[in-house]
């Protein structure tokens, strides 16, 4: 696995203060939105689903910074934290969840639907796997057009075990796509381990079944998560290489609003990864090396709850789509059966 280890304090970081800064609050403005978002939920200003990205901070905050503005990517239903990170605005994205049509998507995505075609974030979806051919065709896109971009396709681990993901691996090695294969694997598909649902666990493994590179990460360091996309990121877009990286990350909360997430594992095991809760490893390191103090770390919590109340604001005064909207943005104009029987007739 690629883990940052010859760092001691003395050393200097190769990033300047502002980014690694930069990183901590993403991570927590991603914390405590989505934290707001299970009040909100419980106070039924939500409704429908949510799966949050809370424990998996420093994998999102950590592959989006290494994309270039050009670059694109697409996820899984768990996505407010992914276009949080690629600058999606906080009230656009509370908004989606409250159904609204100041939302990113209009208000007609929801939860698993956030959508920012203009920084390159081509959605999240709400079928298990349903991303990673339209991230095979970005990435086809990207290279018919010669532009000069990549693609990230993020994807579960339970993903993994779907006919789609081999299919564009296979197709991404073949015509040497520039894509990276983002999986995170937060141990678990719902309720199901890793251990239960793969022959090969070791999900970077089988980008070798299409002689394909794969790497694994930490994915609850976000530097290190960083570096890895980085890297992988310029090898898909100059050397048009696909690869896997697979980051090892752990959700906290249950799969979704409808599970507790506690029949399935122990508290032992969410005690053990709270240990490498980005949340409160990257503000230590980063006092260790000198860079932030207390009360700079309260000053990001503050500004950060600021924003969060904003964004819970803004959704609660933006106005519902109108009804007469209902057809719009639609491939095919609806007709009534009324209208059909005197096409008809
Ligand atoms: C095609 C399909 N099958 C089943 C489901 C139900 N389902 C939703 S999430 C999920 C587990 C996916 O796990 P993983 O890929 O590891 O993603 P995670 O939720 O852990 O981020 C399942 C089976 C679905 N949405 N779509
Ligand atoms: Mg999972």
Redesign the pocket.
């Known amino acids: 696995m690629v883990q940052r280890t010859n760092e001691t304090i003395d050393q200097p970081l190769p990033y300047p203060r502002d980014r690694l800064l930069e990183f901590l609050e993403q991570m927590v403005l991603i914390r405590h939105f989505e934290e707001k978002t299970m009040e909100m939920l419980a106070r039924n200003r939500i409704r429908g689903y949510c799966?949050w990205n809370i424990g998996?901070e420093a994998s999102v905050v950590g592959s989006v910074a290494a994309m270039t503005e050009q670059d694109q990517i697409v996820t899984?239903?768990?996505d407010h934290g992914f276009a949080l990170a690629r600058g999606t605005a906080p009230g656009a994205v509370m908004a989606e969840l409250f159904g609204k049509e100041t939302g990113c998507a209009g208000g007609r995505g929801g939860s698993m639907h956030m959508v920012d075609i203009a920084r390159g974030f081509y959605g999240g979806y709400?079928?298990?796997?349903?991303q990673i051919p339209i991230a095979a065709g970005l990435a086809l896109a990207a290279d018919y057009l010669g532009e000069d971009r990549a693609v990230i396709g993020v994807?579960?681990?339970?993903?993994?075990n779907?006919g789609a993901f081999h299919e564009s691996l296979n197709l991404s090695q073949v015509w040497h796509l520039p894509v990276v294969w983002l999986i995170?694997?937060?141990?678990?598909?719902?309720g199901?381990s890793?251990a239960e649902a793969s022959a090969e666990p070791d999900l970077y493994k089988r980008a070798c079944a299409y002689r394909m590179h794969g790497e694994q990460v930490d994915g609850m360091d976000v530097l290190a998560v960083y570096e890895a996309t980085k890297r992988l990121l310029h090898r898909a877009r100059v050397e048009r290489e696909p690869s896997v990286l697979e980051a090892i990350c752990y959700?906290y909360p249950g799969?979704?609003y409808a599970d507790a997430g506690k029949s399935y594992r122990t508290q032992d095991e969410i005690d053990r990864w709270k240990q490498k809760d980005p949340v409160r490893t990257f503000p230590r390191f980063l006092e260790e090396h000198g860079l932030m103090d207390q009360a700079g770390y309260e000053a990001i919590q503050k500004r950060v709850d600021q924003q969060v109340h904003e964004a819970v604001d803004f959704a609660e005064r933006s106005p519902f789509p109108s009804p007469d909207s209902l057809y719009e943005h639609l491939y095919a104009t609806p007709t009534s059966a009324s209208t059909r029987m005197e096409q008809n007739a």
Do not use: C, K
């Not at 994807?155 to 993994?160: E, N, P, R, S």
């Not at 995170?184 to 719902?190: A, F, H, I, K, V």
């Open positions: 799966h998996e899984s239903y768990r709400g079928i298990v796997g349903g994807l579960g681990d339970g993903a993994t779907i995170t694997n937060n141990q678990y598909g719902m199901t890793v959700r799969h979704s």
